[in-house]
């Protein structure tokens, strides 16, 4: 049972470009989480989705960022007009039900760098 | 709001010694849930553990432990006899509450960066 995939693993970007980090839940989970570990910080919540549903997306900056998680296909977290304050670890995360028992198995991550 | 804090930033061992990270929690909850993940060198996050707030039993899972108090929200983690494979980063969390209900967003802790040195 393959685990959460996300790709790419590493992308860089200039500054101005579009940034698209894609993830792909475990098989069977259609809720998907998406974090952001910035250099000397923690891991910091962006958005959480259901399918075709974004549920809560409290921790997204209200400009340049959006997700989504379409009926089919892997969920996308796409960044525009990149800056180098973007540069960070974003962390997928997925769980077969929304509730807070239901443990959330992470992707490896995409490492954005903007330069 | 919940928060969880690992005040240990840095905590240096030799193998084979034993360490405890420690996880101190607030939640206005009364029911609720706690995770361990551990990051390694590597980067992924790694599931360890989850404990729900009903069941004070400490876990033991090989040389992991955990002591679980709810008294002092607290939720550390030991590691005995401590390995060079262990040095991670370690996280603990705590899922959201939202107007009462509790789902899956979580809040972690800052980390405690685990060297183990051989």
């Known amino acids: 049972n393959a685990g959460v995939m996300q790709n790419p693993r590493h992308l860089v970007r200039r500054r101005g470009q579009e940034a698209r980090l894609r993830c792909s839940p475990m098989k069977g989970h259609s809720h998907v989480y998406w974090y952001r570990q910035l250099p000397e910080e923690g891991l910091k919540f962006m958005v959480y989705l259901q399918k075709e549903n974004i549920i809560d997306e409290s921790g997204m900056p209200k400009e340049r960022f959006s997700a989504e998680f379409p009926k089919e296909g892997p969920s996308i977290l796409r960044i525009q007009q990149v800056v180098r304050g973007d540069s960070a670890a974003y962390f997928c995360?997925?769980?077969?039900?929304?509730?807070?028992?239901?443990?959330?198995?992470f992707g490896a991550g995409t490492r954005l760098s903007v330069l | 709001a919940q928060k969880v804090t690992q005040a240990q930033t840095e905590i240096s061992v030799v193998e084979k010694e034993d360490v405890t990270l420690d996880c101190v929690y607030e939640?206005?909850?009364?029911?609720?849930?706690l995770f361990w993940y551990k990051q390694p060198p590597s980067g992924e996050l790694v599931f360890l553990i989850r404990?729900?707030?009903?069941?004070?039993q400490n876990e033991i899972s090989g040389r992991y432990s955990w002591n679980f108090q709810k008294s002092t929200s607290s939720f550390n983690f030991t590691i005995t006899a401590s390995q060079v494979v262990d040095s991670a980063v370690y996280f603990c969390?705590?899922?959201?509450?939202?107007?009462?209900?509790?789902?899956?967003?979580?809040?972690f802790g800052q980390g405690t960066i685990l060297t183990v040195h051989p």
């Open positions: 939640t206005r909850d009364t029911t609720y849930y």
């Open positions: 995360a997925s769980s077969p039900m929304g509730a807070a028992k239901n443990i959330q198995y």
């Open positions: 969390a705590l899922p959201a509450n939202a107007g009462g209900t509790s789902y899956g967003k979580l809040t």
């Open positions: 404990r729900n707030s009903f069941d004070e």
